[in-house]
């Protein structure tokens, strides 16, 4: 019997709020023994050529991002992450879309920086920004400033109710999720929903959302992931099969913004060809 391949289909690095830079990553996937990793930054495409050029023989690469979006059917709006798989980049309005969305990355970072400097503390806008590198500007840089400053000790404490996690937490202008499922496919790309169950990082839409996003165009659901419950995770599978949606799992891997580890979770080889097999905009990059 063959040896499954190792798919982890989520991970970020420093070209949005990873700590690896993009050829680090696929260095570290090709080390934890990985054949595929996709690189899904945040709001971007940054990372991909240096991930390609750096790619280890044997590991396979799927170029993508996960987007920043936001459902508009309550108020106030459900933020949730949409990863992309394989969509042209240079798509025109792809790109104007998430060149904004990075823009109203900074603003809402900045916002925050200044609530809490009107509360005296200590950090300063120009240092996370450094922090960030050019990188997609995200709460993690905030948070490790305020572990700089000595105000917490971990990423997971800066995200709690006395920090990011509720009292200076600020919206940011998300796309609309159904403009970004369209937009996607229109791109070749193959929508996949993020952590959609995860509801112990804030509200989560209802699985009617989740049946009309696949009457949208959407292609999957992920569903092991950290941030889910098994009972979540069963649930995500349950809906997947009723809804004809493919199911993967990935580490949603941040280097040392957070604990889990490459290959922590990951997805079977059929939900991954048949990802493969759907996109039009780019290839898998595997070198020689
Ligand atoms: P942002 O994209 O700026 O809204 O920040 C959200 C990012 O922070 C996501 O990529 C999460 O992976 C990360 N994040 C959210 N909650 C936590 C947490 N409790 N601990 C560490 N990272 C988190
Ligand atoms: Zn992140
Ligand atoms: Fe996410
Ligand atoms: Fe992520």
């Known amino acids: 019997m063959s040896v499954p391949a190792r798919i982890d289909l989520h991970t ?17 996937a090709a080390h934890a023994g990985l054949d595929v990793v996709a690189l899904t930054d945040h709001d971007t495409t940054a990372g991909w050529a240096a991930a390609v050029a750096a790619l280890p023989p044997g590991l396979t ?21 949409l990863l992309a798989y394989l ?3 240079t798509e025109p309005e792809l790109v104007a879309e998430l060149a904004r969305v ?5 603003e809402r970072g900045e916002r925050i920086v200044r609530l809490l400097q009107a509360d005296g503390i200590g950090v300063s806008w120009s240092e996370i920004l450094a922090g960030a590198a050019g990188g997609t500007v995200g709460r993690p840089h905030i948070a490790a400033a305020l572990i700089r400053a000595g105000l917490v000790a971990t990423t997971t404490e800066a995200f709690g109710p006395d920090w990011l996690g509720e009292r200076y937490r600020l919206p940011k202008d998300d796309i609309d999720v159904f403009r970004a499922v369209a937009l996607v496919r229109a791109a070749g790309g193959v929508p996949v929903f993020a952590h959609p169950r995860a509801s112990r990082r804030g509200r989560i839409v209802p699985d009617e959302l989740i049946g009309q996003l696949a009457d949208a165009g959407l292609v999957g659901l992920e569903a092991d992931h950290e941030d889910h419950s098994p009972a979540e995770r069963e649930h995500v599978r349950r809906l997947a099969a009723e809804l004809g949606l493919l199911v993967t799992g990935s580490s949603d891997f941040h280097g040392t913004h957070k604990t889990v580890r490459l290959g ?3 997805t079977g080889s059929e939900a991954y060809e048949r990802i493969v097999a759907l996109a039009r905009g780019v290839t898998p990059v595997a070198s020689g």
């Open 264 to 266: 922590a979770h990951t």
């Open 102 to 106: 990075r823009r109203a990355r900074e």
């Open 61 to 81: 690469l799927i170029r993508g991002a996960e987007l920043s979006c936001r459902w508009f059917g309550v108020e106030p709006a459900v933020p949730l992450h």
């Open 12 to 28: 970020h690095s420093t070209a949005s709020d990873g700590t690896l830079g993009p050829a680090e990553l696929v260095r570290a």
């Open 87 to 89: 969509f042209d980049p």
